[in-house]
């Protein structure tokens, strides 16, 4: 299984996925910031920053 990624659009909305999914929709000023933080950095600090970014999103009910 594949970590978190994300993809932005042209309108400056910012999807986050995990496995391939996606997880979280970033819109308006949370995508703004986040493009601006995520800028520059290495591999590790973007997929904890990612983490963060996704909040509390697993339960412990995912099949694995």
């Not at 299984?1 to 993809?7: L, Q």
């Not at 986050?16 to 591999?43: H, I, K, N, Q």
């Amino acid at each position: 299984m594949s970590g978190f990624g994300y993809r932005a659009t042209k309108d400056g909305t910012v999807f986050v996925s995990f496995g391939g999914r996606d997880v979280t929709t970033l819109r308006g000023d949370a995508a703004s910031r986040f493009a601006a933080r995520v800028e520059g950095l290495d591999e590790a600090a973007t997929q904890q920053l990612l983490a963060r970014v996704t909040g509390n999103f697993r339960r412990g009910n995912e099949r694995r």
